[in-house]
């Protein structure tokens, strides 16, 4: 899969939910690796905000993201549209904004995933990176009782279960299986307030730009006929009898569930601050910004600390490429065919095995009382690896060799020992010109990463 962008801009307006000021934000396409940038033009300079979870300052009833430079530079309420770019798969995409928050439009996704699919997706050269789960994660809110588990899988899906103290509003479920599914069953799911919450949310200075075109109105606990006529003048709408309980809005519930679907809507544009798309399922019981921010926030903690995921490797599966076809393609033999099979193949990549045995010939030297491999052997085995992904592109592969031209940025993190799994991830960082390519290598065990390089090689053929 490749890396996303639009195809051309295109805009909406409308007032934000909290400040109740006009706003008009204008997506662009970006190019590839950069992710999602805001940009506020109401601001000197026009100040970026990455939209990463690392970046997230407040959750009070929108997901609310500010500047690293500079904590005051912010934008807030950005999920229903970073839930539509995300389901869309768009990886890279400038919004620019001309205030401190994206419109509210009717409350949902809808307009968004709308015009996203009237400008169009364009590919990129660079691949698609995922954050591939891999084993179960939990994240537990004990204040109010959310939680959200992650398990793997190999594709994307959600479970939402919500669940209120409320006589109108109790227990609902509500799911999405493909992504491509999102603009017909989840996009249109309004956001929605309990009548109970107005008045609080009013004095934090929020809401302003709330009314019952943008938001499902619950009124689910009886009050006092003059308290909730100063609630309805407050917000500009009709009164409304103390003693009828229900749903208040202009437009009728889209789904029955639509409150259900609203929150994993929610969700959804809170795992695109992760920085990539997720394999996996989640199972989210009363999911909210705070608990959805919480799990984004410890996933891109681990891409920091080791950015690259260690390739899937199930022994079980047949090689891409067996020891004879290596041979085929390499002239290296014992002792220095470092290469046992390769288990993924792509026009820009590959992922090789070396099982790292007691009976290699090294570690009689290297050292005798404490085996360790040697460090130039570990890019030894790269460079073999992707000597089969160059020469596995060329015509008659037997007539040529690839051969070592330079070698940049070598880190070395942890021992690679007798009984290791060395697991080979190498990619295309140039396109291969005039027989050279620029290539990147990573060395794995288990889920570390035990070493990685930078280099050059060029494809001669064998006189």
């Known amino acids: 899969m490749k890396q996303l962008t639009l195809k051309t801009d295109f805009s909406v307006s409308g007032k934000g939910l909290h400040s109740g000021v006009q706003v008009e934000a204008t997506f662009k396409p970006a190019p590839e690796n950069t992710g999602y940038i805001f940009k506020r033009l109401d601001l000197d300079e026009a100040p970026e905000i990455e939209a990463l979870a690392e970046n997230v300052v407040a959750t009070n009833r929108g997901t609310v993201i500010a500047s690293r430079a500079n904590k005051e530079v912010r934008i807030s309420t950005i999920e229903h549209a970073m839930a539509a770019l995300y389901a869309a798969g768009i990886d890279n995409c400038y919004i620019e904004v001309n205030g401190p928050e994206l419109p509210i439009l009717d ?210 599966k047949p090689a891409v490429m067996d020891i004879n076809k290596i041979r085929d393609l390499l002239p290296h033999r014992y002792p220095m065919q470092l290469v046992d099979k390769v288990i993924d193949l792509g026009e820009n990549f590959i992922v090789g095995i070396k099982n790292v045995t007691s009976n290699e010939p090294f570690f009689q030297g290297h050292f005798p009382q404490e085996p360790v491999m040697p460090g130039v052997l570990q890019i030894e085995a790269m460079a073999q690896v992707g000597g089969l992904l160059v020469l596995n592109g060329v015509d008659e592969p037997e007539r040529y060799s690839t051969y070592f031209m330079k070698i940049d940025n070598v880190k070395f993190r942890q021992k690679v020992v007798p009984g290791d799994t060395l697991i080979f991830h190498v990619s295309f960082m140039t396109p291969l010109r005039r027989g050279c390519a620029i290539m990147k290598g990573y060395a794995f065990v288990g889920e570390k990463i035990v070493s990685e390089v930078e280099f050059m090689a060029q494809v001669v053929k064998n006189k």
Do not use: W
């Open 107 to 316: 409350g949902s996704a809808i307009e968004y995933s709308t015009k996203i699919e009237s400008a169009g997706v364009v590919e990129q050269n660079a691949d698609k990176e995922y954050y591939v789960v891999k084993q179960r994660i939990k994240v537990v809110d004990e204040n109010t009782g959310a939680a959200l588990i992650v398990l793997p899988d190999e594709d994307f899906s959600i479970d939402t279960m919500v669940e209120y103290d409320s006589t109108v509003l109790n227990n609902q479920f509500a799911s999405l299986t493909s992504m491509s599914n999102f603009k017909d069953e989840i996009a249109g799911s309004r956001t929605f307030v309990f009548v109970r919450e107005i008045m609080p949310l009013v004095q934090n200075n929020l809401i302003k730009g709330g009314d019952l075109d943008n938001a499902i109105v619950i009124y689910d606990v009886e009050m006092p006929q003059d308290e909730l006529d100063k609630i309805a003048d407050l917000v500009g709408v009709e009164r409304m009898k103390a003693n009828k309980l229900g749903y208040i809005n202009h437009k009728p519930l889209s789904y029955p569930n639509e409150p259900a679907r609203h929150k994993l809507l929610d969700l959804l544009g809170d795992l695109a601050l992760i920085g990539r798309p997720l394999k996996g399922r989640i199972i989210a019981t009363r999911p909210g910004h705070t608990i959805n921010t919480k799990l984004s926030n410890q996933i891109r903690k681990e891409l920091r600390y080791q950015n690259v995921q260690a390739p899937l490797y199930d022994p079980n």
